[in-house]
Every structure is written in C-alpha cells, then in structure tokens.
C-alpha cells in the first residue's frame, strides 16, 4: 500500500470493496433463499407424495374390511356403510382440529425451513 497515494484513489478504492461486498452479500442471499425453497418444496412433493401413498392404503384397507364384513356377516352393503361412517368421523375429527394440528404443523415446519441459519457466522453465536 502506497503512502502517497491520493484521496481520490483511496475513495475510488474504497468504493470498488463495497460494490463487490455489495455484490457478494446479494449473491450470498440468492444462494440462502434457493436453498430454502428447494427445502420447502421438497417438504411439499413428500408431503402431497406421503398424503396420496396414506390414501391408497386407507382405500384398500376400507375395501378389505368391507368384503371382510359382507363375507362374514352377509352383508356388503353394511360393510360399505359401516367404512363411509368411519370416514365421515375421521373428517369431522380432522375439521374440527384443522387449526390445531394441520395449520400449525405446516406453519412450524415452513418456519423451521425458513429460520434455520446455515452460515457460519451464525454456527458460534450458539
């Protein structure tokens, strides 16, 4: 480093390590934000994937004890009614606690993705 340099290349100078600490810090954002939405949507698809996967089972499950049920006790019919009754109390019960339990779960998860701190500035203030 010059001693006699002037002001003017000093500011000059000065201003090009801002702009490029500028431009790092953005760059550093874009790279955090990706990786959070790459999180959130893998989150999403595994959800929607586990959730559709849950359905079928439930439906073959539901199947199952309805032939079960008309083939034991002669019935299909009431074996059909008996699997529709359960499931209209399991979406009463799901309605009825939708706040509690899927809003929140969701809202703590996304928040989780979203506020967990990956750099390493933030690793030593724990």
């Known amino acids: 480093m010059k001693k006699n340099r002037s002001l003017t290349e000093n500011l000059e100078e000065l201003n090009d390590v801002v702009k490029s600490y500028i431009n790092a810090r953005i760059r550093l954002f874009q790279l955090i934000m990706l990786d959070k939405f790459a999180k959130a949507g893998t989150f999403i698809i595994t959800s929607i994937l586990v959730m559709i996967s849950g359905a079928f089972i439930l439906l073959l499950l539901t199947l199952a ?11 299909l019919a009431e074996g059909f009614l008996i699997s529709a009754g ?14 509690s339990f899927i809003t929140n779960l969701i809202i703590r998860v996304i928040s989780e993705l979203f506020n967990h ?4 500035e933030n690793e030593n203030k724990e």
Request: glycine share 6%.
């Open 65 to 75: 004890f309805s032939y079960w049920y008309g083939n034991t006790y002669g019935s």
């Open 86 to 99: 359960f499931f209209v109390i399991v979406t009463l019960i799901v309605y009825a606690m939708r706040k």
């Open 117 to 120: 701190q990956d750099e390493p």
